[in-house]
């Protein structure tokens, strides 16, 4: 990436894109936004509200400090380093201190990372697996008894959700299963107890986030994350059944699946004559890895539909994160017990194997550093860049929505470009034509505020650059008003009288995001507490 630039993967765009407005607006003076300003160009959505934090705000702090072409290398880098330095404290518990840190460059450098890498940029994803070692690592240690480690669990299961959603759902069924795993080893129930009180934590240290996106799900189109491509049942290994495009892709994760599920396997059938030396991470990682392929081949559509929230998970393919943790620990444990000179045969072998796969989707990743400026460049001129279909409000079409550049069949906006970014529209009868004698004057245009004065001679309904949202209060000479709002695109109308008039529109906090925050406030301060007691008792003990 240093030498030849940015790879624009499936999500960069829409990564990039966050990034960038975050950037803007903390230069604005909002901090932690919740509405993207730019989306949609110009008129906005709760992007902000769904997708989880981490991630976005690693991206804008990486790019507010580093010119931008530089900060997805970054980001990717740092990612990396996290994950080995992860599975590191995972393993070396088990395997001697060389095959430790081995098995840290192989969960790194492993072939489903270098496609999120390659192919996705999915930088999310990555940074959710960079984390799952770490959760599974403490939650056996928590079945282990070492109830000083709960804060650990705490924070590692948060952090999972606030990175990236459809891995935290699987992380939270991988919790489950380690921890029933857990109970079978132990004959006992005491694991199921510590940890769900772990995975609480987590949940309302995260709730700031998770409470929010819940509730919230509900104003917009949140079911387009699953629409027609996106389905898991047309998404399982080797399908043929979807998109080309889709299906070509699906094969190549295919075919990496299938190389690391039968090292993984080899593995495990090497290591099952010392399993009783690392039997909890043994049978743990076999069972989630048996588990892992079984959700990514079709017989397991039922339990698709049957389980809570598994859909959002959108693909099957996305366990290769649980698998890619049981192919680095098996492949470790292994080679640490074979022969010296068998040792370096098989790790060389091993990341041969690696560096050709990584060749190949070198060759074939989209190589484009153009979107990077280009989407520099359009928030900078005021246009903004394109929307999701989940985030839209309900009722919007985004589609419809002026001011795509690319769409050379739409009419050209009757706004003057870029500010104020409002269309000044007269409303006669149910046809919308623009008012030529209205005038304004800016006060604010944030992603939080926005502020004018409007001049007009007659009634007119102003069409507003911004899209209906609960949260969003408007009021025209401090005076609260329901807005009424395009047909299909849902864009906001303002109907005023004619004289001078000053319209507010500001976003402030629902009940759900108050709530949140003050959960995860008190969850934070309990689990300050908490480590606090169990360093203090720790240093008693030591003395």
Known sequence: MLVRGNISGHDFRFHVQSWMDVAGQWRKGVLFPHWAEWANWGFGEPRFIFYPPLSWLIGAAIGSVLPWKMAPGVFVWIALIVAAMSMWCFTREWV??????????LYALNPYHLVIVYYRSA???????AILPLMIWVALRIINGESRRLPILVISFAGLWLSNAPAAVISTYSLGIILLVGCVLRRSLRPVVSGLSGMAGGFALACFYILPAAWEQRWVQIRQVVADAYRPSVNFLFTRVNDPDFVAFNWKVSWVAVGLILVTAIAVVCTMRHRERISRPWWTLAVLGLVA???????????WRALPKLWFVQFPWRWLDVIGVAFAFFAAAAIADLRPGTRWVIT????AAIGAAGAQMLRQAPWDSGDLAQIAAWIREGRGYEGTDEYAPVGCDRYELPGNPDDSQRPAEVSPHPAPRIAKLELDSRNIVPASDVRWHIDAWTSTLKLFTADTRQPVSLALRQLPYPGWNIAVDGQSVRPDWMPKTSQILVPIWK??????LRFGPTWDRTLGAAISLIAATTLGGLAWGYR???LTDGL
């Open 348 to 351: 060389v072998a091993l990341f």
């Open 96 to 105: 001697p201190g060389p095959y430790a840190r081995l098995s840290g460059a």
């Open 293 to 303: 392929t079984a959700f990514m081949l079709p017989p397991s559509g039922w339990l």
């Open 536 to 538: 203090r008792r720790a």
């Open 123 to 129: 930088f999310g994803e990555l940074l959710a697996a």
């Open 499 to 504: 004289g001078s008039h000053r319209i507010q």
